[in-house]
């Protein structure tokens, strides 16, 4: 066996949700990846942090981090808006880096971090963890081998209660649109390259956005605060094999929440269904190929699950990311790329920016 | 009570399915409407269709039928590219009447029927009877009166297996755009129709059209025709409240097939769902309003069914059109407008008419 990849983490506090939620229990699992480092913005929480979860190393500092001699690859795990300072902090390492998606507040940022790590050559991974899920990745063999023959249209739709008129304090920064962070990019964007990297990518689309809910009131310290984030995304195009696509993206809603996305072809139709955002796992699967008269529930074949026994039963919420891991880590001992990458996200990026251009002018946009 | 309203059915034939299977019957449980005239295009079936309907006149000509003194209204229910001329040949009677939709075969006849009908103050009614259905009227009320609160957004989502590229001899014109009858005239007309009467207008939309079945085979005579229609109609935008809108239409659907539409409020939910296009009922409703945690089955008030207690188990086909007659009935009676005219059918070709260049062009279109 390979040498264990020694992960530390920017961001990977007792305090933060993501990491202490994926990454960590992620690694734990895993035989090729552990980790050494935990990086907060103090040495106090960072200590604390770190010997919560076992690890060698705590630092304040994203590049004294990344210039351990134990940490071999370093996972960016912050707040989005501090994603491009952390990775233009960590670069001179040299190390591999895998950034949290998105991966810049915007494209430009985002396009920069891109040839950074490309111009040093070093291993770069996105997180886009639903392109590891189980379910994704059967959807898309099956597609790819005809169970649906000829695709006609696909249709997704993600409902959230959250990311509409109420929030607290720490999600303040979702409903300000200069972060990068929210529901189109955070929601939207996951969905969005599931649905691409299952079905192939838009041609053209049209869109609409909208902001229903033009305040947000942060309930733990009773404060409304205006909100300049859409909490509709409707898109609606072609992709590349010539299917008409159909996106509804939107928060803030009480009932039907959830994920379904339905593909139909001339042959068949696939139904993926979740009760939350795709990147949380918990699919649930139904189709019909040619042979069959209604749908039925699609047992994923074992092979598409590529994490130790004991992560099986998991859902996906850690699954995916131990599985962005695991491939994550071959790549690094085998010099591949397939991890999606910055590059990845750069492309994602600008597909965002596509719908909102497309939703900001009214015209079809051309990719 | 009032007279009994003459009814003359042109199109009234044993041959034709669809006054068959609802004029006739929805006649025949009304006491304000009673049938005395058949038109078909010979004399034979017309006399042959007016015995099994116990009508007392048949007609092979639709002038003769409208001139007839025991004639007081006449239905125009034949093919939607005879409608221009049916309505053009009985014009000259003066009488009240009631075609089907499409009220053309593209905007321009139908402009010129609504000008020929209104010229002459003719009490007139088009076919958009999804808008009697019990259940469309319910939910309008609903939204009306704040059940969910403020609209977010509202999806239709209608997918039928026919229309695609398997078909026969007699609906050989639903794949001729000419024609003006296809699936996107009749199936997303009627649900447009009522989407739009429970929710108010369009102020602007986006579209996107495809033909995914670019032939259709007539399997009863074993051709292959081309088809020009689309099978594929997308679009979104924004009503009137500021809703967001999605609307999916499709033809050719292998399962999932049916209709469901969401309409998500600030405050609440409501979900239509029906196993065909809108018009032809069996609906069935769910919702949750603001102190509701999760759906339950909306029960339909009595007093939207306003038919003999002899249709009230009709799952709609024949009920919704018995609730337009008896509607149309009261019109002619009192002379009011509350069946929905050729204006409203004009305005309906509109929409149609701004889809179509909204997907042509790739511009938004306002309305």
Redo the contacts between chains.
């Keep these: 066996m390979s040498k264990k990849i020694r992960a530390g983490i920017i961001g990977g506090s007792v305090n933060n949700g993501w990491a202490k939620g994926t990454h960590i229990p992620a690694i734990e699992h895993l035989n090729e990846v552990e980790l050494t480092a935990v990086g907060t913005s103090n040495m106090e929480s960072a200590k604390k942090s770190a010997e919560a979860f076992q690890a060698a190393h705590a630092f304040d500092k994203a590049e004294d981090l990344a210039q351990h001699p134990d940490v071999d690859m370093v996972v960016v795990s912050v707040n989005v808006q501090e994603h491009y300072r952390a990775v233009k902090a960590i670069l001179p390492a040299e190390k591999p880096i895998y950034c949290e998606w998105p991966l810049g507040s915007n494209t430009t940022e985002a396009l920069e971090m891109q040839d950074w790590v490309e111009s040093r050559q070093l291993n770069n991974a996105i997180g886009l963890q639903a392109r590891q899920a189980p379910a994704v990745n059967y959807v898309k063999d099956l597609v790819a081998d005809g169970y649906v023959g ?1 695709v ?2 696909a ?1 997704l ?1 993600i ?1 959230i209660d959250g990311m ?2 109420v929030g607290d304090k720490a999600s303040a920064y979702l409903y300000d649109r200069k972060t990068g962070g929210n529901l189109f990019t955070i929601v939207g964007g996951h969905n969005l390259d599931a649905f691409t990297y299952m079905l192939g990518e838009f041609k ?1 689309l ?3 956005t ?1 902001q ?2 033009p305040e947000v009131e942060l309930v733990d310290i009773q404060k409304v605060m205006e909100k300049t984030t859409d ?2 995304i ?5 992709l590349d094999n ?3 696509a ?1 996106v ?1 993206i ?1 928060g ?5 929440t959830g994920l379904t996305i ?1 593909i ?6 696939i ?1 993926l269904d979740a009760p939350a955002t795709i990147q949380f796992g918990s699919h649930q699967l139904r189709g ?1 190929g040619p042979d069959d008269s ?2 039925q529930e699609l047992l994923i074949p074992d092979h598409y699950y590529r994490v130790p026994d004991s992560l099986k039963n998991d859902a996906g919420f850690v699954l995916n990311v131990a599985q962005a891991h695991r491939t994550f880590a071959k790549d690094i001992h085998e010099g591949t790329s397939q991890a999606p990458g910055f590059a990845e996200a750069v492309k994602l990026h600008q597909l965002l920016d596509a719908v909102e251009k ?1 939703a900001q002018t ?3 946009q051309y990719l």
């Design positions: 000829k006609l249209s249709n739709k409902s509409g008129g053209e049209s869109a609409v909208a229903q809910f909490d509709q409707l898109i609606t195009g072609k010539d299917a008409v159909n509804h939107q803030g809603v009480k009932h039907q339905e139909f072809g001339d042959k068949g139709t139904v019909a209604e749908l497309a009214g015209e079809r």
